[in-house]
């Protein structure tokens, strides 16, 4: 079988049942994503400054640039 057209007739002349065991195996098998674990990205913030507030320097230059 060298041309598509061989092998169309060569699955086509194939019993219902063995063409359903190779679409089945011609699928793509689906692979469960893997679950990532994230960092608690507040306690370390809470771990590290405590109970401060700390002050948004954004916003504070921005102040100064159109001041």
């Known amino acids: 079988m060298s ?3 061989e092998i169309k007739q060569a699955i086509d ?3 219902a ?3 359903k065991k ?3 195996l011609l699928q793509p098998v689906p692979r469960p994503t893997p679950m990532v ?3 608690n990205q507040a306690e370390r913030r809470r ?3 405590g ?3 700390l002050p948004n320097l954004v916003i504070e230059a ?3 640039e159109s001041a």
């Open 3 to 5: 041309t598509v057209q």
């Open 13 to 15: 002349s194939l019993p």
């Open 17 to 19: 049942e063995e063409r």
């Open 22 to 24: 190779l679409e089945q």
């Open 37 to 39: 674990s994230l960092p």
């Open 47 to 49: 771990r590290i400054l």
């Open 51 to 53: 109970d401060k507030v």
């Open 62 to 64: 921005r102040e100064t």
